[in-house]
């Protein structure tokens, strides 16, 4: 297992996924979403390989996230983002070393088409993903991550001489998703999604010998307004890697059997609308099942300023109106 592999869906299973980004509405020409927020997330354990049971990681890792995620319409069926977030990753052995890494996450661009607005609403998302900073060696990188062997995280982690190689350069990834929702009533709503992600060193190199891996995604998202101004969200999430070439993980010539990755988390948000422009929020997501995955924990807060004319069931891209 190579030390790439090492630091494992620390951001596929640590990364919490914002209700708006995976909407499957679409911001009319002039109107805006902008998003700021604080996540912590731990994990003490990850899920084996041979039978997906929780077990020790030897250490506790942890992750500090200020993200900025702006969307903005741009033509009459199509909105633009852009997302950028500042990291600091620490791994902390029982026996007391470390290793720590701190700087600009992975920047992340994309475009979400229209392709149905009234009745039940379905969009097309296109992303990319590239690392970005000072510290290039930030990673697994903030668009998603592969998997992990538990039984030698702490080692490669704070490893004399290796962590150049367990905090490198993060690998760039396209993805493509459709979101469609709906309503229940006139308190609730619902949307649900499936995408495709591919994470690689040189785009289109898909060759047995090259470093990429493809992964197939799931989501759903139930909101329920409480009262007029307080919104619950509960979340699913779900990733499974359907390829990848045997240089993905192999970066130091190790000859290991390739580790196929799966997990799924589940979580909430509240948020509660000030007024049409303004929203507060707090959540959590955990990461309940897997393979090869970090058993993360991650808590959120942060506040959202738009311009929209999206009512309240189109949750948190919405206004107060009905």
Request: hydrophobic share 35%; net charge positive; with cysteine.
């Amino acid at each position: 297992m190579s030390l790439r592999r090492s630091l494992a869906l620390a951001l596929a299973s640590v990364s919490f996924v914002s209700s708006a980004w995976a909407s499957p509405h679409v911001l009319k020409p002039g109107e805006s979403y902008s998003e700021l927020s604080l996540g912590l997330t731990s994990a003490e354990s990850y899920f084996r390989d041979s039978d997906s049971k929780s077990w020790t990681l030897g250490g506790t890792f942890e992750q500090r996230v200020l993200r900025s995620h702006n969307e903005l319409g741009w033509h009459k069926r199509t909105s633009v983002w852009l997302d950028l977030p500042v990291v600091s990753r620490t791994y902390a052995r029982g026996t007391g070393a470390t290793a720590t890494s701190t700087g600009l996450g992975d920047l992340g661009l994309g475009v979400r088409i229209a392709v149905k607005r009234s009745g039940m609403p379905i969009s097309l998302s296109l992303g990319w993903t590239a690392p970005m900073g000072g510290n290039r060696r930030l990673f697994p990188g903030t668009s998603g991550g592969t998997g992990l062997d538990g039984t030698r995280y702490g080692t490669a982690a704070t490893a004399n001489g290796q962590k150049e190689n367990f905090f490198d350069a993060g690998l760039q990834s396209l993805s493509a998703s459709l979101a469609v929702g709906g309503t229940l009533g006139s308190h609730a709503y619902y949307a649900l999604g499936t995408g495709w992600m591919t994470r690689y060193l040189t785009v289109g190199a898909t060759s047995t010998t090259d470093r990429f891996a493809n992964f197939l995604n799931t989501d759903a998202t139930l909101g329920v307004w409480c009262s007029p101004r307080l919104l619950l969200d509960g979340t699913y999430h779900g990733t499974s890697q359907i390829a990848q070439g045997d240089a993905y993980d192999r970066i130091l010539g190790n000859t290991d059997r390739e580790l196929k990755t799966s997990f799924a988390t589940i979580g909430s948000r509240a948020t509660y609308r000030v007024d049409d422009k303004l929203d507060v929020f707090a959540g959590a997501q955990f990461t309940v099942s897997g393979r090869n995955a970090l058993a993360a924990n991650t808590w959120y807060a942060g506040m959202a300023w738009k311009q929209t004319s999206l009512g309240r069931l189109a949750g948190a891209f919405g206004n107060t109106k009905h």
